[in-house]
């Protein structure tokens, strides 16, 4: 966990990005390697990028309870 948060912060964005898209496709339930690039994408105004892996995030999200 702290690896990924430390690779997010990589003055190479470049670098990190390729690291955390490589582990996502081998674990692509990873919840802190998808926030990391979702991190990156932001930063880097990649949308589209982080407008899949927001989706990807919400399909991992526990469902929302019902009406109270």
């Given amino acids: 966990p702290r690896a990924l948060r430390a690779l997010a912060r990589l003055s190479d964005d ?3 990005e ?3 898209e490589r582990l996502c496709a081998i674990v692509p339930d990873d919840e802190e390697a998808l926030a990391g690039l979702a991190t990156l994408y932001e930063r880097r105004g990649r949308w589209r990028e982080l407008l ?3 989706e990807r995030q919400a399909a991992l999200a526990p469902s929302a309870p019902g009406p109270l």
């Fill in 52 to 54: 899949r892996v927001l």
């Fill in 18 to 20: 390729a690291s955390l």
């Fill in 14 to 16: 470049e670098e990190a």
